[in-house]
């Protein structure tokens, strides 16, 4: 019977169907982040081992300093979080890629680059961004804190089997626009709960046109839209990615490994509960302009009058202009900003930090912005400085950090890496919630071009009017 990705990679991992929708899975990579990994003190309470240790993996992104003084400040290496994890490590023999290890980084961009995430395997995290890595045909989600406790005692995890949906996207991205402005045109369209109750994949022309990064950027959002697994099926382009990674398959098993990669894509005649379909030919540079992802629209248009007159739904749309301070009928573009950031889980790999230094190469940011760059981790912080990119941003007058989860969150440093109350924010992050990044700021969330474009004009562009930007 035809099956879907999804559904090969699940039936793959059934331990046991307990009924009802529900299974016990078998999770092949486990990864802890600094702040579920207080977990570990209660498996220690309890007098309990971690199962496998060989596939638990963990990393302390989301507390770590980053911007103004990450490398001199004692809580990148001695806060709790950080200590927590190191202790535990030692204590259980799971791989911690610690503060100073040169493998560092944002724990979802690592397990790709470290080949930790691979086709076909189940990969679980405290931390909803984990479906990132469904882009390399993984079945992959965020859990909480009980999950984590149960995932390191069994190796398993209780879930409700999901529907299942196909997003196809055909056609090209236009010059200029990027993956960042697709899944956030996609998610405006469907909205912040029309993926709930979902396993997506992403299909089409367009999504695998994308380069391994790009497909990386689109799966990071599919929880912005409710789903909790986004995927997209492996295929040369996933294999060439993953050729060489410390923790994938070697030698005959890389063989062996490849070709079974190549039976995982979704079946001619296999059908989904749900299907939907746009074409990437109508997708311009995006930008948000409330306090949802869905909230967003293309960077030359207006902000839009409330889809209803049902009065919750006016309400929530008013709530979301006031806190904004945006009207209905107002434009983006030529809205000052104060400050612009560029990194996080969904856009701070070697491509995108070369898509903002296409932008502003040769160029200063405007005088009244604050600008960092965040790399995902410290081998794309490597790669980027050895091909000069670092002397790009400073000399355009950015910040140049280190490593970790930054002002995504706003958990590390937090005083210094968070906004002022009242700042207007261009960020490449994936959530521009109330108060995500500093109390009262408001956050338009872009693509890394569009972020280095605001910075230079000193307010919202459309990155294509300047000189240098590139299709990334």
């Known amino acids: 019977m035809p099956a879907t990705l999804f559904e090969k990679v699940w039936s793959r991992h059934v331990v046991r169907d307990l009924g009802d929708g529900f299974a016990l899975l078998f999770v092949d990579r ?17 007098g309990l081992a971690v199962c496998h240790p060989e596939l638990t993996f963990a990393g302390a992104d989301h507390t770590v300093a980053t911007l103004w003084n990450a490398t001199d400040d004692e809580r990148t290496s001695a806060n709790p979080f950080v200590t927590n994890l190191r202790d535990n490590a030692r204590r259980h023999g799971f791989r ?13 961009i690592v397990a790709a680059e470290q080949g930790i995430a691979l086709p076909g395997a189940t990969v679980a995290c405290g931390d ?28 398993t995890m209780v879930l409700r089997k999901p529907k299942t949906m196909r997003i196809t996207v055909d056609g090209q991205l236009s010059p200029g626009v990027t993956a960042k402005d697709l899944v956030l045109y996609m998610i405006s369209r469907i909205g ?18 994308l380069p391994m990064e790009g497909r990386f950027t689109v799966c990071n959002m599919s929880i912005e839209f409710g789903a909790r697994f986004g995927m997209i099926a492996p295929d040369d382009v996933t294999v060439a990615y993953l050729d060489g990674s410390p923790h994938g398959p070697q030698g005959e098993d890389w063989q062996r490994a490849v070709e079974d990669w190549h039976s995982l894509p979704t079946d001619p005649g296999a059908t989904f509960d749900r299907e939907l379909r746009f074409d990437a030919r109508d997708v311009t540079p995006q930008i948000s302009w409330g306090i949802t992802p869905a909230q967003t629209i293309g960077i030359d248009e207006a902000v839009p009058s409330a889809p209803s007159d049902e009065h919750t739904v006016r309400a929530t749309h008013e709530a979301a202009l006031s806190y904004v ?67 790009v941003f400073l000399e355009a007058g950015f910040g140049w950090g280190r490593a970790g989860c930054s002002m995504c969150a706003g958990a590390g440093d937090q005083m210094r890496e968070t906004g002022r109350p009242g700042q207007r924010i ?36 459309d990155p294509r009017t300047v000189t240098g930007a590139t299709h990334a």
């Not at 909803?128 to 190796?155: E, F, N, P």
């Not at 912040?192 to 046109?209: K, L, P, R, S, W």
């Not at 230094?357 to 912005?369: I, P």
């Not at 500093?438 to 872009?446: E, F, I, K, S």
Request: contains cysteine.
């Open 30 to 46: 486990h990864m802890i982040n600094d702040v579920v990994g207080r977990g570990l003190l209660t498996l220690n309470r309890r």
């Open 96 to 108: 911690l890629f610690d503060t100073d290890d040169p493998d560092f980084g944002i724990i979802h």
């Open 128 to 155: 909803s961004h984990t479906c990132t890595l469904g882009a390399l045909g993984a079945l992959a989600w965020g859990l909480g804190q009980s999950d984590v406790v149960h995932i390191l005692a069994t190796q």
């Open 192 to 209: 912040v709960h029309g993926g709930a109750g979902y396993a997506v994949e992403f299909a089409g022309e367009a999504i695998h046109a």
């Open 325 to 391: 301070d945006l009207t209905e009928g107002q434009r983006l573009a030529g809205v000052d900003v104060d400050m612009v950031f560029i990194g996080s889980c969904v856009n701070a790999r070697l491509s995108d930090l070369r898509a903002a230094a296409d932008v502003v190469r040769g160029k200063r940011v405007a005088e009244h912005v604050t600008a960092w760059v965040s790399p995902g981790s410290e081998r794309v912080r490597r790669e980027a400085e050895a091909e000069g990119l670092d002397q």
């Open 426 to 461: 261009v960020s490449t992050t994936n959530r521009n919630f109330i108060g995500r990044q500093g109390p009262d700021v408001r956050t338009h969330l872009a693509s890394p071009a569009t972020a280095a474009a605001a910075a230079i004009a000193g307010h919202i562009v």
